[in-house]
């Protein structure tokens, strides 16, 4: 039974990684269909080696670390790899900070996507935010405040995690906000294909981070994260190939990954105030909501005409 449930885990960061990571390879693919065949080669290879065995594999140490750094780098490594009881209270200690500045960035990415990105709208309501974009900094400002209150209330260093959440959102952000302003020069072929590879996986580091980041709601066992989420950037490798048409059809995918990191934020910031989430939540929820999406998704081409 133990092993049927960590194969669910394990299934569920992967179609988390998968669906936040659309955008990302759809991107990809428009890039690399104007470099050469071995620049293609260059970055399917060198890239997955990249973006899997470095990005994914070491961010989950990072976050740990930085929530925990009384274990020191090596410590935390041996900590995510042992049973030492010593190890595994140590993290479970931090783990409220690390659930509170991760439930943080996650709330802010949707509500990011809510009022300020264009989308295929896939709920009612969802156009009636579209129009109040104005109102995002403000919503997420009186947010963060009250969140500090709470955690001002339980631990001073509960509210400087709520913090840093906030911080690391809007410095992502920014740098993708740059990379979109790069991606017209890419798209109009002004740059080399090194440099084309080199912004791609930039890139898909400042991707990954939503993947890692919503993996702690999941488990913080770093092992089913690894596995997680490697084999979900593998399957989007495959996707960025072979399949990335067909999947650009399917229009409201990108609300099913938006609603899921919704509810995995919100089971971080409970969490992290110490109401109990059970962890088969995560899963059910990512699996709901995509499922929901992608359903959508299918009636809708179902409707169109056929050329």
């Known amino acids: 039974m133990e092993i049927l449930f960590l194969i669910f885990i394990v299934l569920g960061l992967s179609l988390f990684e998968v669906i936040t990571s659309v955008d990302n390879a759809i991107i990809n693919a428009e890039v690399l269909s104007g470099m050469s065949k071995k620049a293609q080669g260059w970055f399917l290879l060198w890239g997955i080696l990249f973006a899997v065995f470095i990005v994914r594999g070491l961010l989950p140490f990072l976050i740990i670390w930085l929530s925990n750094p009384s274990l020191g780098p090596l410590g935390v490594i041996f900590a995510s790899f042992s049973k030492d009881p010593r190890a595994i209270h140590a993290i479970e200690q931090s783990s409220p900070l690390l659930l509170l500045s991760g439930g943080v960035f996650l709330i802010f990415l949707f509500f990011n996507w809510l009022f300020l990105e264009p989308k295929h709208f896939g709920l009612r309501g969802e156009g009636f935010f579209q129009r109040q974009g104005a109102w995002f900094f403000a919503i997420v400002s009186i947010l963060l405040m009250v969140i500090v209150w709470f955690a001002l209330l339980k631990n001073p260093m509960l509210a400087f995690a709520a913090v840093v959440g906030s911080t690391a959102f809007f410095i992502i952000h920014g740098f993708r906000g740059f990379a979109e302003q790069q991606e017209k020069r890419l798209m109009k072929g002004s740059m080399s294909d090194v440099s084309k590879i080199a912004y791609l996986e930039v890139l898909d580091s400042t991707f990954s981070i939503d993947g890692v980041i919503g993996a702690f709601a999941f488990t913080f066992s770093v092992p089913l994260i690894l596995l997680g989420n490697g ?76 050329s």
């Open 231 to 306: 084999l979900g950037a593998l399957v989007l490798r495959k996707l960025t190939v072979s399949n990335i048409e067909r999947i650009k059809k399917y229009k409201y995918l990108k609300n099913g990954a938006m609603y899921s990191i919704l509810f995995l934020g919100i089971a971080m910031l409970l969490d992290a105030f110490g109401f109990e989430v059970p962890p088969y939540v995560s899963p059910i929820v990512t699996f709901a909501s995509v499922g929901y999406f992608f359903q959508k998704s299918r009636t809708e081409i179902g409707k169109e005409p056929i």
